[in-house]
């Protein structure tokens, strides 16, 4: 593990103390445990996710092939 130096002001240093002191952990375990749930890779949602709450809101007959084919006929 390598060694990084932070400037920081004394208001996050202080936080940074009281955090790691009621956690019984290092400030460096701390910080860096920020780190990585600030900087990790975000896992994007799929397309289902993100359009799941749309999933069966339209009203058409579940079997489309029977469905009239109104106006692509000629009557």
Known sequence: M????????RQHIAVLRQRAKA????????VRDL???HLAPQ???SL???A???CG???EPKDLSVRPLK???RD
């Not at 390598?2 to 002001?9: A, S």
């Not at 956690?23 to 701390?30: E, F, K, P, V, Y």
């Open 52 to 54: 799941k709450d749309l």
């Open 35 to 37: 780190i990585e749930q």
């Open 48 to 50: 289902y996710d993100r």
């Open 57 to 59: 809101s339209a009203r």
């Open 43 to 45: 896992k994007r949602p």
């Open 71 to 73: 106006g692509y006929r």
């Open 23 to 30: 956690l019984g952990r290092s400030q460096g375990a701390i």
């Open 2 to 9: 390598e060694t990084v130096t932070l400037k920081m002001d």
